[in-house]
């Protein structure tokens, strides 16, 4: 079965960190570009970042940069998600997304104190 299974969101204080986990199965993950999106209540979805599967170049967008890092361990048909400094306006459900045409389910990040 395909499918991404997103893990790794919680509720964590600003300034704090997490990292998302995005599980790929059925199919292997870097034959294809790999994206995070996020989507904040009210809010239309937004790209975060992504990684080409061409030459593993990374781009991000500017609200995180310097903050969020992607990353991929192929061995495990994975992409990550490094989220430092958090901040309250982080706070979405972030989504992983194949150019295979698939999404997680997504995962809840809530940036509070």
């Known amino acids: 079965q395909l499918q991404l299974v997103e893990s790794g969101g919680g509720l964590v204080q600003p300034g704090g960190s997490l990292r998302l986990s995005c599980a790929a199965s059925?199919?292997?993950?870097?034959?294809?570009?790999i994206g995070w999106f996020r989507q904040a209540p009210g809010k239309e979805r937004e790209g975060v970042s992504c990684?080409?599967?061409?030459?593993?170049?990374?781009h991000y967008a500017d609200f995180v940069k310097g903050r969020f890092t992607i990353s991929r361990d192929n061995a495990k048909n994975t992409v990550y998600l490094q989220m430092n400094s958090l901040k309250p306006e982080d706070t979405a459900v972030y989504y992983c997304?194949?150019?295979?045409?698939?999404w997680g389910q997504g995962t809840q990040v809530t940036v509070s104190s």
């Open positions: 997304y194949s150019d295979r045409g698939l």
């Open positions: 990684m080409s599967s061409s030459d593993g170049s990374t």
């Open positions: 059925g199919f292997t993950l870097d034959y294809y570009d």
